[in-house]
């Protein structure tokens, strides 16, 4: 599964001040340790504070790839912000992210058509987050009649179900894992991709919350999720999952992480 880093956010309140005061260290060596602990790609996202998105983002882009060489996951819900990062970008970035809102169609679609990037779409439109599978999936085939008029590949899409957090909706877990279901059922080459840390949101222990949602979103069909690598314990889980549901093919990829160190048999969450 494609683990996409989640640190290197401007929401957050320390990346916030880094991205601010720009401190190049700080951020370089949040990059550095999320790739160790097993992230394929980064997500980088500016947050949305000062009018100066486009500008941030652009310095983070350019500060991650000085200290790593993996590719980037371009975070924000605004084209023209995308748009001025995605020309410094030095290999094919992933776009988070489009979803059923028209402009957001309208602005990121070329974007990513002329780079052949990924994209993650969000199954939420221009009222909101629908309560139920069958508006979302309603949702999904719109996002995906367009992508595919834009003539981005249903390979390259990666639907996110949008799992709310449980804390305030017990189902919420659940309706995302049956989104997926729905969705593999009636689009088999699309992909799926979660944004973890929202099923657990407002609780204590967090990452058990996490593990236990991974496991089953794995088992309906997850390709990706935009995830703290250092939650180890989650990491684990990941690995754990794919060997026992018969998807690593001679035990090789949790083999090698184990080697590698990415697996290891007395977690500790590392911030």
């Not at 401190?23 to 060596?29: A, E, L, T, V």
């Not at 983070?60 to 912000?81: E, G, I, M, W």
């Not at 979803?99 to 780079?115: H, N, T, V, Y």
């Amino acid at each position: 599964m494609l683990i996409i880093g989640e640190k290197i956010n401007g929401t957050l309140k320390k990346t916030a001040s880094a991205i601010t005061s720009r401190n190049r260290g700080f951020i370089m060596d949040l990059a550095n340790r999320q790739v160790r602990a097993g992230a394929a790609y980064l997500d980088v996202n500016a947050g949305t504070g000062g009018g100066k998105e486009a500008e941030d983002l652009v310095w983070l882009v350019k500060t991650v790839q000085d200290a790593v060489d993996v590719p980037l996951c371009l975070d924000s819900a605004d084209p023209a912000v995308i748009g001025a990062a995605i020309g410094h970008v030095k290999h094919t970035p992933m776009i988070n992210s489009i979803s059923g809102e028209q402009a957001r169609l309208d602005g990121i679609l070329p974007l990513a058509a002329g780079k052949d990037s990924p994209v993650i779409a969000l199954l939420l439109d221009d009222a909101g987050i629908p309560a139920d599978v069958e508006k979302r999936l309603t949702i999904a085939i719109k996002i995906l009649r367009q992508t595919r008029e834009a003539g981005i590949p249903d390979r390259h899409v990666y639907i996110d179900p949008l799992a709310l957090a449980v804390s305030t909706r017990q189902d919420g877990a659940l309706i995302a894992l049956d989104t997926i279901r729905a969705l593999k059922e009636e689009c088999p080459e699309i992909k799926f991709c979660i944004g973890l840390s929202n099923v657990s949101f407002g609780l204590p222990a967090r990452t058990l919350v996490n593990q236990a949602f991974i496991a089953q979103a794995i088992r309906e069909g997850l390709d990706a999720a935009i995830m703290n690598p250092m939650e180890q314990g989650l990491v684990n889980m990941i690995y754990g999952t794919e060997l026992v549901l018969g998807r690593d093919r001679f035990c090789r990829h949790y083999t090698q992480a184990f080697r590698s160190e990415i697996i290891d048999p007395n977690p500790v969450v590392r911030s």
